[in-house]
């Protein structure tokens, strides 16, 4: 069956620490690849997809992936977190045949310390 | 830049009541979706509208809910008679041809009291 994992729920970091949020999918041909975040009670926002190509991609707010076929997976990375970056993140995939439907995963949701 | 826009963005209703969610995709889009996130879960997809029908749903979108595109502009999600376990806040989607991105709406927070 298709899925995504997300394997931490919740992670604290300190403000200016790195961060590496974990994504992992099933299946084997290459989907699309995408991280939203999501504030309390607000929308999904787009950080970054990977179609194709390189396979580190860059986003929004520093934020940047890579994808690595052999491991199936997708983390997502900030070199130093800021306390604005409080919120909940979710990897989400199209996988092939789909419809352009994307499964998400559970969710990760991050606390910064100041 | 353009967006999905949905409306309303809070809807409280009566247990048994019928309800109509409004989503505008963006104008030159051609793929419209609709998820649902209950409060503390993830998002999960309800189905997906292509070319006047639809063209993929999950075991959520049972016989209760029905899609709709009734003009040019407006994508509709309708719920036939409302349960408790439907409240949830609910997205709208849309993508154009040839791109997989979805671009999401701000969401209706549908509470059934």
């Known amino acids: 069956a298709q899925s995504v994992t997300q394997p931490d729920i919740h992670i604290t970091v300190s403000e200016g620490a790195s961060l590496e949020l974990r994504c992992n999918y099933s299946?084997?041909?290459?989907?699309?690849l995408f991280w939203y975040v999501q504030s309390p009670g607000q929308g999904l926002q787009l950080l970054l997809k990977?179609?194709?190509?390189?396979?580190l991609v860059q986003g929004i707010k520093g934020f940047e992936a890579e994808f690595k076929r052999s491991q199936s997976s997708f983390n997502l990375r900030k070199p130093s977190v800021h306390w604005s970056d409080a919120a909940e993140y979710f990897c989400?995939?199209?996988?092939?045949?789909?419809?352009?439907?994307?499964?998400f995963g559970a969710g990760t949701r991050l606390a910064v310390h100041p | 830049e353009p967006e999905v826009t949905q409306t309303p963005s809070h809807q409280v209703t009566q247990m048994g009541q019928e309800v109509i969610l409004r989503c505008v995709p963006i104008?030159?889009?051609?793929?419209f979706y609709w998820y649902r996130q209950i409060l503390g879960q993830k998002v999960e997809f309800l189905v997906s509208?292509?070319?006047?029908?639809?063209?993929?749903k999950s075991e959520i979108f049972d016989d209760q809910f029905s899609v709709e595109r009734p003009d040019g502009s407006n994508f509709t999600l309708k719920i036939r008679s409302t349960k408790l376990e439907d409240s949830a806040m609910y997205f709208c989607?849309?993508?154009?041809?040839?791109?997989?991105?979805?671009?999401f709406g701000q969401g209706t927070r549908l509470t059934v009291v």
């Open positions: 989607a849309s993508t154009g041809t040839g791109n997989t991105e979805a671009f």
């Open positions: 299946y084997g041909a290459t989907p699309y």
């Open positions: 990977y179609f194709s190509g390189d396979t």
């Open positions: 989400a995939v199209v996988f092939s045949g789909g419809y352009n439907k994307l499964i």
């Open positions: 104008s030159n889009h051609l793929y």
């Open positions: 509208f292509y070319n006047n029908e639809i063209s993929e």
